[in-house]
């Protein structure tokens, strides 16, 4: 009896000691409560994740995967394959497949250049300069040459450069030059109309990247001595380098990728290497070597985005998630 008492007395005195929130069943429900948060955390972040992760891999890695599988065939006899690298030693000794893919990458640079040139004013005023209210409009104004497709917009090109076109008798009619001028394909071109189609893609980026830039920054180099330049050299391109290095390498594999404008604007003189591999899958039916052409412009246009990432210091995941 006296040793029952005393067990009683003291359960009833760690119960007291511990509150009635710290007994054991209670911490046994908050963790249980604890672990069904996490689950329904992780579960509502696989739902959300499922249709990209989907997309991603019926859409982008495994047509690659077949793509490279199909560059690896040789054909040995009809229906007849193995496997081997043959399709790629006969690029290689092809001067005019690589020498037009090292064309397109150097055009590719010098639209991607030309369109940071272009993007950076416009996107600097119109997060920086522009009153707060008419920021958003004229974010929308750039939106609009993607109303129309790529086709429509190297017609309308075509329209004003061709030998009959609105530029040709405009100069006519002011007496600049005597007779009709072919504006068409040649590379100047071919660069125009590529920057006028990518150039979007470039202040995107730059508007969001200098929007999250303090202007209390600028007014401290201006309060510390430093001119326009200076301002511009030390504190601006600094911070919108991630915004740049984004940019770029939207525009710059868009355009190596690009195959409406360059074949429309720039004709037969085009020499653009989607064309090389439009024409071994659609007209030679020459599909290993289409699929050999294609992973060749991945493959190449992914170093030459490494190459920049290495040059200017930045990493891709730092480069993307920049607020």
Known sequence: MVSTALRRSSQAIL??????????NASRRRS?????????QRLSLLLLLTPFLLWILLLVVLPQLGIVGISLRE????????FGLANYLAFVQEPIYWNTLLRTAVMSILVTFLALLVGFPVAYYIAKIAPYRSQT?????????????????????????RETGLISGALQAIGIIKGPIELLYNDATVV???????????????????????????????????SRITVFRRIVVPYAM?????????????????YLTPILLGGKNSM?????????????????????FG????????????????????????TVAKD
């Open 32 to 40: 249980a409560r604890a672990v069904l948060q996490k689950d329904a």
């Open 242 to 258: 991630p915004g740049i290095v984004a940019g770029c390498i939207i525009v710059f594999m868009m355009t190596a990728g690009s």
């Open 137 to 161: 409009a004229l974010f929308l104004l750039c939106l609009v040459p993607l109303w129309v497709s790529d086709l429509v917009r190297a017609f309308g090109w075509i329209v004003l450069l």
């Open 75 to 82: 054909k040995v006899g009809p229906r007849q394959f193995t």
């Open 192 to 226: 125009v109309g590529l920057v006028y189609t990518v150039v979007l893609f470039m202040i995107v980026p730059l508007v969001s990247t200098l929007n999250g830039m303090d202007n209390s920054l600028l007014e401290a180099g201006h309060n510390l001595g430093g």
């Open 272 to 292: 653009w290497f989607t064309e090389q591999i439009y024409d071994q899958f659609i007209t030679r039916y020459n599909w290993e070597s289409g699929a050999t």
């Open 15 to 24: 119960r007291i000691s511990i509150g009635p929130s710290q007994t054991p």
């Open 295 to 318: 992973v060749l412009l991945l493959a190449f246009t992914s170093f030459v985005v490494w190459l920049g990432l290495r040059l200017t210091g930045q990493k891709l995941a730092t």
